[in-house]
């Protein structure tokens, strides 16, 4: 729940419609949990570690764009 409504608020901010914010909660919810079902399938888990890497890498990079955002946005504050 907490990626989806993460995602709904980068799609409001990123699509620039701030008065959807918060709508579409449910739907990044499902979206985030197709996205990272596949890990359920997994039948040899020898084969974990390439997946790790992989996730471990997409939570690095959104770390990277939360803190990109933040900065965007207090800088944003500070000009207007």
């Known amino acids: 729940m907490y990626l989806g409504g993460q995602a709904d608020l980068f799609a409001c901010d990123y ?3 701030p008065d959807e914010c918060g709508q579409h ?3 990044y919810s499902f979206a985030m949990l197709a996205i990272l ?4 399938l ?3 888990f020898k084969k ?6 992989f996730f471990i890498m997409c ?3 959104s ?3 939360v803190f990109i955002f933040e900065i ?4 944003g504050r500070q000009q207007g």
Request: aromatic share 10%; hydrophobic share 50%; with cysteine.
């Open 59 to 61: 939570c690095v990079l």
């Open 63 to 65: 770390i990277a764009l």
């Open 42 to 44: 997994i039948r040899d």
């Open 72 to 75: 965007a946005t207090i800088y």
């Open 15 to 17: 699509l620039d419609r």
């Open 48 to 53: 974990l570690g390439a997946y790790s890497g």
């Open 25 to 27: 909660r449910n739907f």
């Open 37 to 40: 079902s596949p890990l359920l």
